[in-house]
């Protein structure tokens, strides 16, 4: 029996490449602002909690810098999250579009989760901005951010599980079912959230050089940033591995079959070593200048774009040994549309460089939250 549902007939208006292109360099820079959110989050909550308690206010400050930034964060968030999206609906609908029915009221709900969210990353601010306890604002919104994340990995999942679709639709046509006992939901979903925290370490160490930060908080982030990123490196090296392990037998083999994968998991882990190796010596001799948070980001970059790529891969090999290969779809190239998309996302990013400038040239406002 035929798994997927038919092919739609209207073709790829663009090469299978291109749009793999496209999908794995605005995926990973979704993947840096999931991060960014997620790790600043838990962090500037741990730190206005402890700051409160302890009435430090070395933390308090530390938690207020990292908050004022996060609704900014979520904008990156979502407008890099939706062409990722896109390209994944023209590439893998037929398998998309029929996991998302399936856990379709979770799915829908994303929208609200996303507006309750950015609603209490907004109130944290204001509430740190005027001196009382925000950490409870703060914890709601990373419930519900990491609800969201469980959500994605769920679908990015189940897309892969064809032979389930059937039967759970039968059990619960509603759209409510969530996490069906597939062995590589937890250990994907904790690889993202948990690997955050690591992630975040260079933003802290970027902000540590944020001119009129008294010393101790510019250190205190130093310092945090530094240790941070070595530790939560590790473990998410640790949960890359048990993400590999938990694929099927087909998904692993197909893995290790050709040089491709291997070389790219080879790329990711010595490049997470070396952010590991790197951040511990952050966290020991500090660092002055540019260089170091320049030299860590590039490994950062780099590893995360292995990570976009082998992610890749675990779904195509997944979908092709259940009948569905990316490649062997129908394309019939509108030149005219892809010029004048290349020529738009040039236009774009010159205008993001543009604004990015502006940001970076702009007077910097001292900040003060306790
Ligand atoms: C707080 C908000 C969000 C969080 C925490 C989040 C987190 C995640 C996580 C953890 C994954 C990886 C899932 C996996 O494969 O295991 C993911 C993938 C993805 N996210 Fe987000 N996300 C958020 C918002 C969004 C939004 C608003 C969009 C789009 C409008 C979006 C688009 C995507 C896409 C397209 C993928 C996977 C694409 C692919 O596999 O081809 N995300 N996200």
């Given at each position: 029996m035929e798994l997927f549902p038919s092919l739609d007939p209207i073709p790829l208006p663009a090469?299978?490449?291109?749009?793999?292109?496209?999908?794995?360099?605005?995926?990973?820079?979704?993947?840096?602002?999931?991060?960014?959110?997620?790790?600043g989050l838990a962090l500037a909550i741990v730190w206005a909690f402890l700051g409160r308690a302890r009435k430090?206010?070395?933390?308090?400050?530390?938690?207020?810098?990292?908050?004022?930034?996060?609704?900014?964060?979520?904008?990156?968030?979502?407008?890099?999250?939706?062409?990722?999206?896109?390209?994944?609906?023209?590439?893998?609908?037929?398998?998309?579009?029929?996991?998302?029915?399936?856990?379709?009221?979770?799915?829908i709900s994303v929208i609200a989760m996303l507006i309750i969210s950015y609603s209490f990353l907004y109130i944290m601010s204001v509430r740190a901005d005027a001196g009382k306890a925000s950490g409870w604002a703060g914890l709601i919104a990373l419930i519900v951010v990491l609800k969201i994340g469980f959500i994605y990995t769920n679908n990015m999942t189940l897309m892969l599980r064809p032979e389930v679709w059937v039967s759970m639709y039968r059990e619960s046509p509603y759209g409510l079912q969530l996490a069906n006992g597939d062995p590589t939901i937890m250990p994907r979903w904790l690889f993202m959230m948990l690997g955050s925290v690591g992630v975040t370490g260079i933003a802290l160490a970027f902000l540590s050089m944020k001119k009129d930060l008294d010393a101790?908080?510019?250190?205190?982030?130093?310092?945090?940033?530094?240790?941070?990123l070595a530790a939560f490196t590790i473990v998410q090296i640790l949960l890359g591995v048990w993400v590999l392990r938990s694929q099927p037998d087909a998904v692993r083999s197909g893995l290790f079959?050709?040089?491709?994968?291997?070389?790219?998991?080879?790329?990711?882990?010595?490049?997470?070593?070396?952010?590991?190796?790197?951040?511990?010596?952050?966290?020991?001799?500090g660092f002055r200048g540019w260089t170091v948070p320049s030299s860590v980001s590039a490994f950062a970059i780099v590893n995360i774009a292995a990570m976009v790529l082998v992610r890749d891969g675990i779904r195509d090999i997944a979908l092709a040994s259940k009948g569905f290969d990316v490649w062997a779809q129908?394309?019939?190239?509108?030149?005219?549309?892809?010029?004048?998309?290349?020529?738009?996302?040039?236009l774009a990013l010159a205008v993001m460089g543009w604004l990015i400038s502006v940001v970076a040239r702009a007077k910097p406002v001292s900040e003060r939250y306790a």
């Open positions: 090469p299978v490449w291109l749009f793999k292109a496209l999908h794995s360099l605005t995926l990973a820079l979704h993947f840096v602002s999931v991060h960014f959110l997620v790790g430090d206010s070395t933390l308090l400050n530390a938690s207020g810098l990292v908050v004022h930034r996060l609704p900014i964060v979520m904008t990156y968030v979502i407008n890099l999250g939706v062409p990722p999206l896109l390209f994944t609906q023209v590439l893998y609908g037929r398998a998309l579009y029929t996991s998302t029915v399936l856990i379709g009221v979770w799915w101790p908080v510019s250190q205190f982030l130093r310092i945090w940033g530094g240790r941070l079959s050709g040089a491709f994968y291997p070389v790219l998991i080879g790329v990711w882990v010595v490049t997470a070593v070396a952010v590991a190796v790197v951040g511990a010596l952050i966290a020991v001799r129908p394309v019939v190239t509108n030149w005219g549309t892809v010029i004048v998309f290349v020529l738009c996302l040039v």
